[in-house]
């Protein structure tokens, strides 16, 4: 299958290249050096020129706290560069499969969210994600939407990465402890995706590794598969006030993923325990 891959110098992206390559099909993986999303002329440009089965837009602004300063760019890459390539896709009649996140949701309660529910972003970044989600659904037909949370892979920073270099410098980091969410592992992500792909089970999906925790279990477990004797504290979110408000709750019901005959991710923990392996290889 010819594939086209945007965001390919994130951490999402690169996998997705590795896992398309890995199953013999012809992927093209592009950033914005090569296709500024924001561009209409320039995405009508590459994908009529690669003529993709397929498009896997893993490109996104993800500053989350920066985003309420720069709402405007944040809304042209993640609402109008999703509506650009939402647009060439219905014109070549090809599959597309956005990646979207648990910020659309407003985090309150405890029940994990379904697919069904109606999104109520907090901040710039959730809102202008969801505004990616409304332009495929109102564009494409052969779409796929994957809400995912808390990503860590080799290719760029992630909370894992910071956490080891945090416990190394320091010997001891605050963590906030009343955020509920799942991590989710780039090279399990990307297995579903490529799955995802070569099926034409379409719809809105959430994807993560199985189970939950707060950011401060999660640095437990990091500093405990590393080997690392690291004094973590728990703290509430208002010890580290942001710009952006984050949900408490980011739980997200994956059984959609199963009852449409794919599988789940492993759980966090075999994740985490792969990932650690991955970074001292």
Request: a negative charge.
């Amino acid at each position: 299958m010819k594939v086209l891959v945007t965001g390919i110098q994130g951490q999402l992206g690169h996998d997705v290249m590795e896992e398309c390559r890995k199953r013999g099909h012809d992927a093209v993986g592009v950033d914005v050096e090569e296709m500024d999303i924001t561009d209409e002329g320039k995405v009508r440009e590459v994908v009529s020129r690669v003529c993709p089965e397929a498009v896997v837009h893993c490109a996104a602004y993800t500053a989350v706290d920066k985003a309420e300063d720069e709402e405007e760019i944040c809304r042209l890459v993640n609402g109008k560069g999703t509506e650009n390539i939402a647009k060439i896709c219905r014109e070549q009649d090809c599959k597309l499969l956005y990646l979207s996140t648990d910020y659309v949701f407003q985090g309150e309660g405890e029940r994990p969210w379904e697919p069904e529910d109606a999104p109520h972003p907090l901040n710039v970044y959730g809102q202008t994600k969801y505004e990616g989600e409304q332009a495929i659904r109102h564009y494409v037909e052969k779409y796929f939407i994957l809400r995912i949370s808390w990503v860590f892979g080799v290719n760029g920073g992630n909370f894992v990465k910071t956490m080891l270099r945090l416990g190394r410098e320091n010997g001891a980091v605050k963590v906030v402890d009343d955020q509920i969410g799942s991590p989710t592992y780039t090279r399990d992500l990307s297995v579903l995706l490529v799955d995802m792909m070569e099926s034409e089970r379409y719809g809105i999906y959430h994807a993560t590794n199985e189970g939950f925790c707060s950011w401060y279990e999660f640095a437990l477990a990091i500093f405990e598969e590393a080997g690392l004797e690291v004094e973590v504290t728990p703290v509430d979110s208002s010890s580290f006030p942001a710009k952006a408000k984050r949900p408490y709750n980011s739980r997200m019901n994956k059984e959609k993923l199963v009852k449409s005959g794919f599988n789940k991710l492993p759980t966090w923990q075999d994740a985490l325990k792969r990932y650690l392996q991955e970074l001292e290889s």
